[in-house]
């Protein structure tokens, strides 16, 4: 009999629809070798394919809370750790990330924003870290070069009007938004001047104003989805004191009736609700399952399960020892 001859590619000639359904299993730390291998193999792992979604969410920072600002002190080591993680990642995916994923207890800086900003210039969605050390101009910096971006995530801010500002000025597909945190009259203000356009809304797990809320209803007349589930409502009443509104007037749910979409629930025997109450308004989402944070009614927003180029297993291999 003559010899067996092996019929089969190469690696090195595979097709690149093959290889990326490869390497679409493997994590950052494993990517990064696969990806010096050969021009085909580089090719392959920064495919769009792999890159669609770039998930940090497993990613935060050690981290100190402090009285002065910006009231938290961070290991220089974290910061290390995120520009060299950062460094593989935007090298490998070569522009190709239209979603990125941040934990609500990563603190980056401006340095760091503005090198995602540089190399990830097709962003459509972004859910923001902490804000502690990112200033005015490097958030706008940032979303002046994103002018793809659609959706937005953010933790709650002091003076919103010039981030809605430069969104309108710079996003004009601009659709999405969902606020982590406090929203009050300026807030609503802010978004109602800048961003009448905007289609979806959440404000899931916040402490909000009635009057902030009433304004949004009365003043967004493009909006079509609208979350207010486990909110903290309140209204302000005689001598400042403030009063929890736990169950919604038919005259704001009449107002409410045009959405296409609306989510609330202020319900005492909710877990997610009592958890607001408990912590007054300002969820402590550390106290809570690590998935909690994630969640959302409005299923656009939901980020649903951590993402696989940033898994668990990449996360301890990265850890600061």
């Not at 929203?183 to 356009?197: G, M, R, Y």
């Not at 304004?215 to 400042?240: K, P, T």
């Not at 005259?251 to 005492?268: I, N, P, V």
Request: charged share 25%; hydrophobic share 40%; glycine share 4%.
């Amino acid at each position: 009999m003559g010899e067996n001859k092996w019929m089969g590619k190469r690696w090195e000639d595979m097709d690149t629809d093959v290889l990326v359904k490869i390497f679409k299993e493997l994590n950052l730390v494993e990517l990064s070798p696969v990806s010096q291998v050969c021009r085909l193999w580089r090719l392959a792992c920064s495919d769009p394919l792999i890159w669609s979604t770039l998930d940090f969410g497993l990613l935060k920072s050690n981290y100190i809370q402090t009285r002065a600002s910006p009231y938290i002190w961070v290991d220089d080591r974290s910061d290390k750790r995120l520009a060299r993680i950062l460094r593989v990642a935007m090298s490998i995916s070569c522009g190709n990330v239209s979603c990125l994923i941040f934990h609500y207890n990563l603190y980056m800086k401006d340095e760091h924003l503005q090198y995602i900003s540089e190399r990830s210039p097709h962003l459509k969605r972004l859910v923001m870290p902490a804000w502690n050390r990112i200033t005015k101009f490097g958030i706008c910096q940032a979303i002046q070069r994103w002018e793809e971006l659609e959706s937005l995530t953010m933790p709650t801010i002091g003076h919103p009007p010039y981030i809605m500002e430069e969104i309108a000025r710079s996003c004009k597909n601009f659709a999405e938004l969902k606020v982590m945190g406090s929203f009050d009259d300026l807030f609503a203000s802010a978004i109602a001047t800048h961003l009448p356009k905007l289609k979806v809304l959440s404000l899931r797990c916040s402490k909000v104003t009635m009057s902030a809320l009433l304004w949004l209803l009365d003043n967004m007349a493009n909006l079509e989805v609208l979350n207010i589930s486990h909110c903290l409502l309140f209204e302000i009443v005689v001598n400042g004191r403030r009063q929890v509104i736990h169950q919604l007037d038919d005259q704001t749910l009449e107002k409410a009736s045009r959405l296409r979409e609306f989510h609330h629930c202020q319900s005492r025997s909710c877990l997610a609700c009592q958890r607001m109450m408990a912590d007054e308004g300002i969820m402590r989402w550390y106290r809570y399952e690590d998935w909690f944070w994630r969640r959302d009614e409005v299923s656009s927003l939901d980020l649903q399960d951590y993402g696989k180029l940033f898994d668990a297993e990449c996360e301890a291999l990265t850890a600061v020892e």
